[in-house]
């Protein structure tokens, strides 16, 4: 079992950066994939980003290309979201995610391919 606890979030001027840490607990955590999505008021749950269980592979939604950095750190069980310049559309509630199962990988952008979830962080970007 994997628990994950989001922190980080607030609100920031349009072109501002925020970054977000997710802590993990369980010797299991660097088995795994981990992403984050993010869900705005009215709309489904988005992908955002993922990282490979080594942090030798990231993918990002084309939405925050070049302007969001994921990462890990597996001896301290954390992942985080660098953000970078941005924009009122980035306000959201931001969740980490893990439990990818490797051979599900083609599938990291798919919200339902995650057993573990956090339970969200507010970030709120003001134009």
């Known amino acids: 079992q994997v628990q994950l606890v989001e922190s980080g979030g607030g609100l920031v001027q349009a072109g501002g950066s925020l970054r977000l840490s997710c802590a993990a607990s369980?010797?299991?955590?660097?088995?795994?994939?981990m992403g984050w999505f993010r869900q705005a008021p009215g709309k489904e749950r988005e992908f955002v980003a993922v990282?490979?269980?080594?942090?030798?592979?990231?993918y990002y939604a084309d939405s925050v290309k070049g302007r969001f950095t994921i990462s890990r750190d597996n001896a301290k069980n954390t992942v985080y979201l660098q953000m970078n310049s941005l924009k009122p559309e980035d306000t959201a509630v931001y969740y980490c995610a893990g439990g990818l199962k490797s051979y599900r990988a083609s599938y990291y952008y798919l919200a339902g391919e995650y057993d573990y979830w956090g339970q969200g962080t507010q970030v709120t970007v003001s134009s």
């Open positions: 369980g010797r299991t955590f660097s088995r795994y994939a």
């Open positions: 990282i490979g269980w080594s942090g030798g592979s990231t």
